[in-house]
């Protein structure tokens, strides 16, 4: 089954704690991104990638790292998290064929 | 740069009525266009894409949406609406189909008997 899958879905953590949520894809899309969405503000683009080692910043970078080693993997770092860092995190590819956006099903974070 | 709007924060539909939500976008050429639907607790769903050609677009369960480059707008209709499509409903634009995207802030759509 074409899929984007996430890990883990639910994390509650410590200010300060990194942690890396990974995100890995099996339609061999070349794009993959980063979301976080929150209430009233949609769906804000973090991070995203347009190829292996080709990446460049979303909207809201800021705490966030990510690396494209693979082309199938694409995991979200959070060095430093913060409180504000709370939220539900999507993991996307798409391919240069224009099919839209394939969301993985959510990572939903807690950072006390 | 691309925006999104969807002035609509929430909307109040009766079971068996029809629904439009509306989209908005900021872009200087034709953008790809599309509308998700995300169920509560779901993740997202793409329910339909514009690209190119015909205006009027159909998607699944029932919805179409149609471009209007005048009017920078791509609103979502469904002429019965159903108890299932209770769920938050988000337009997004792509200046290329390559992955950057933006999404609007979501209309909650909330079915009523």
């Known amino acids: 089954e074409a899929q984007v899958t996430q890990n883990p879905r639910y994390l509650i953590t410590v200010t300060g704690k990194k942690l890396t949520v990974t995100c890995s894809q099996n339609?061999?899309?070349?794009?993959m991104s980063w979301y976080r969405q929150d209430p009233g503000l949609g769906l804000r683009q973090i991070y995203y990638s347009m190829n292996v080692e080709v990446t460049d910043k979303g909207d809201v970078p800021e705490g966030y790292k990510v690396s494209r080693k693979e082309k199938r993997n694409f995991p979200l770092i959070l060095e430093s998290p913060s409180p504000n860092q709370t939220s539900l995190y999507f993991c996307?590819?798409?391919?240069?064929?224009?099919?839209?956006?394939?969301f993985g099903p959510g990572t939903r974070l807690l950072v006390l | 740069a691309q925006s999104v709007t969807q002035p609509d924060i929430h909307i109040t539909v009766s079971e068996g009525a029809s629904l439009e939500l509306r989209c908005n976008y900021s872009?200087?050429?034709?953008?790809?266009l599309f509308w998700y639907v995300q169920s509560p607790g779901q993740g997202l769903q793409l329910l339909l894409k514009y690209f190119s050609g015909d205006t009027l677009v159909q998607g699944i369960k029932g919805f179409e949406a149609e471009f209007k480059r005048s009017q920078s707008s791509f609103n979502l209709r469904k002429p019965s609406v159903h108890w299932s499509d209770a769920a938050e409903y988000f337009c997004?634009?792509?200046?290329?189909?390559?992955?950057?995207?933006?999404f609007g802030a979501g209309t909650q759509v909330v079915v009523t008997p």
């Open positions: 872009y200087g050429a034709t953008p790809y």
């Open positions: 339609m061999n899309h070349e794009y």
């Open positions: 997004a634009v792509g200046t290329d189909s390559w992955g950057k995207f933006q």
């Open positions: 996307a590819s798409s391919s240069s064929h224009g099919q839209g956006v394939v």
